[in-house]
């Protein structure tokens, strides 16, 4: 079993930055993939961004060039930064662990960026 504990929400202004971090714990398999969803307040969940464990990236075309998804492998951790954020980045922001067909998904934290 992965466990996943995520950090760093809150509230910040527009044009401003927050960091979220979600640290994995349990069984870990070296070959995976972690990443960042969100949903907003009546809308489906959606990629944010993820990352493989050889590190390539993959990210949502609205996030592109604001938000950086990294990892460390060594402490089972990813982080999302996000930058100049925007009222409609507003959402609670999940961070999931996949290997093979298995995803696990944190608890979620809360973004909300104010005008």
């Known amino acids: 079993q992965v466990q996943l504990v995520e950090s760093g929400g809150g509230l910040v202004q527009a044009g401003g930055s927050l960091r979220l971090s979600c640290a994995a714990s349990g069984s870990i398999f070296s070959i995976n993939v972690m990443g960042w969803y969100r949903q907003a307040p009546g809308k489906q969940r959606e990629l944010v961004a993820d990352?493989?464990?050889?590190?390539?990236?993959n990210y949502a075309d609205s996030v592109k060039g604001r938000f950086t998804i990294s990892r460390d492998n060594a402490k089972n951790t990813v982080y999302l930064q996000m930058n100049s954020l925007k009222p409609e980045d507003t959402a609670v922001y999940y961070c999931?662990?996949?290997?093979?067909?298995?995803?696990?998904w944190g608890q979620g934290t809360q973004v909300t960026v104010s005008s």
């Open positions: 990352i493989l464990s050889g590190g390539s990236t």
């Open positions: 999931t662990f996949r290997h093979l067909s298995t995803t696990v």
